[in-house]
């Protein structure tokens, strides 16, 4: 008769209240090591401004071309004004808050669109001059420092004098804005990509020009792109609202950020929330681009891994 000799193995022990919140802690310090609390914030403030971009329509409780002479120079209810208006009337008595969700809305639009062709110009200009060299290249490069050469705003104010102010046009107009930049960004880092391996790599298997630049060269430098992007998109906003400060740019029954900031100005002192509501979209908005942009280049910069 065998004697079985092997020890019972014991149960196992359930997990201990003490290991749950330590497993609980690591990865909430994960979490906030990929997300860090002031990116979350400025993700949720650009989540918001999209939100008001798509429905800006049905968001704003009121038209925003509305009058109302017995409303005028409601404060907002921060400053003693009624939940009607929470952010209170201007001096024709329309509401503020339906007129910056609108505002939101336009100026977004123009920023949007104006980046989106100063990086189109600007990419394609910096790659060809990259890939040609030469001759091509002293005239792009005579372009760029032409455009660096002459103030934007001084340009921008000549073109719409003698061509007018519509939508269409100062949209296109900033989308020249900057695009000097985003080529020379463009092509010293496209030359910098071509000396390396890679690029080389795939030339040799004969691939065309286009696809090395937009397929291999162009995602290894996008973040430094983005960076640059997320620079000129608040400039944007800026040169905008200069504009519309002089009358030149975004024009009634129109709105945009700059717009309101104009008009509030000779109430500065007697009603400043017509001026603070979209004063504080602008720094809010630009600083939470800024930051995701930041982030964005750490997070997917090949080169820091």
């Known amino acids: 008769m065998t004697i079985d000799t092997t020890p019972d193995l014991e149960p196992a022990s359930p997990t ?17 090591e990929a997300w860090p609390p002031l990116v979350l914030i400025a993700l949720f403030w650009v989540g918001v401004i999209a939100v008001v971009v798509v429905g800006a329509k049905w968001i704003a409780p009121y038209d925003f071309m509305a009058l109302d002479l017995r409303a005028r120079l409601i404060p907002p209810v921060f400053m003693g004004g009624d939940w009607t208006h929470p952010l209170g009337t201007d001096e024709l008595g329309r ?28 990419v394609s200009l910096g790659f060809i001059a990259a890939y040609f060299r030469g001759r091509i290249e002293q005239v792009i490069l ?22 007018g102010s519509s939508l269409f046009l100062f949209t296109i107009l900033m989308g020249f804005y900057g695009w000097e930049r985003i080529a020379r960004i463009s092509r010293g880092l496209a030359i910098s990509a071509n000396e390396r391996g890679y ?7 004969g ?20 960076v640059s992007l997320t620079l000129n998109f608040p400039e944007v906003i800026l040169l905008e609202s200069g504009l519309s400060f002089l009358g030149l740019g975004v024009q009634p029954p129109m709105t945009s950020l700059g717009n309101m900031v104009g ?15 979209p004063s504080a979209a602008i720094v809010l908005t630009t600083l939470s681009i ?3 942009g930041d ?11």
């Open 199 to 205: 690029a080389t790599a795939v030339r040799d298997l």
């Open 263 to 277: 008009y509030g100005r000779d109430y500065i002192q007697s009603a400043p929330w017509i001026m603070l509501a």
């Open 207 to 226: 691939a065309t020009p286009f696809r090395i630049y937009s397929r291999h060269i162009l995602p290894n430098i996008a973040s430094t792109l983005i």
């Open 290 to 292: 800024s930051i995701l």
């Open 95 to 122: 509401d503020v808050l339906s007129r910056l969700i609108v505002s939101i809305q336009i100026s977004m639009v123009i920023a949007f669109l104006s980046t989106l062709i100063a990086a189109i110009v600007g």
């Open 142 to 163: 005579m372009l760029i420092d032409a455009q660096a050469a002459m103030p934007f705003m001084i340009i921008a104010l000549a073109v719409l004098a003698f061509l």
């Open 16 to 32: 201990h209240a003490s290991g749950s919140v330590f497993t609980s802690k690591s990865r909430l310090r994960a979490f906030f």
């Open 295 to 305: 982030w964005m280049r750490d997070k997917f910069d090949p080169t820091l891994d």
